[in-house]
């Protein structure tokens, strides 16, 4: 059974940071892109970040750049999002996606509020 489970996520001042984590089982992990997304109320899913089967290589939105860092370790079968210098508007839902192109998979989600 394919399982992506989100965890990290909670209540945040602007400026601080957060660690997001997804823990994959169920399928062959290092053979998966890895993707977070995130989607705000009122709003629609948007990428956030990605990052390559063997990690070389990452991608990420211009409205996180310098702030986020997408890192996996296929030992543990688990990819991470560590946010730093929240602001704001970096308040949703935040989800990971695991595809190979021909197969996707969603975790259900985790909450970050950025608020004062």
């Known amino acids: 059974q394919v399982q992506l489970v989100e965890s990290g996520g909670g209540l945040v001042q602007p400026g601080r940071s957060l660690r997001l984590s997804c823990a994959a089982s169920?399928?062959?992990?290092?053979?998966?892109?890895m993707m977070w997304y995130r989607q705000a109320p009122g709003k629609e899913r948007e990428l956030v970040a990605s990052i390559v089967r063997n990690g070389a290589s990452t991608n990420y939105a211009d409205s996180v750049k310098g702030r986020f860092t997408i890192s996996r370790d296929d030992a543990k079968n688990t990819v991470y999002l560590q946010m730093n210098s929240l602001k704001a508007e970096d308040t949703a839902a935040y989800y990971c996606k695991a595809t190979n192109w021909v197969y996707e998979y969603w975790g259900q989600g985790t909450q970050v509020t950025v608020s004062s």
């Open positions: 169920g399928f062959t992990f290092s053979n998966y892109v």
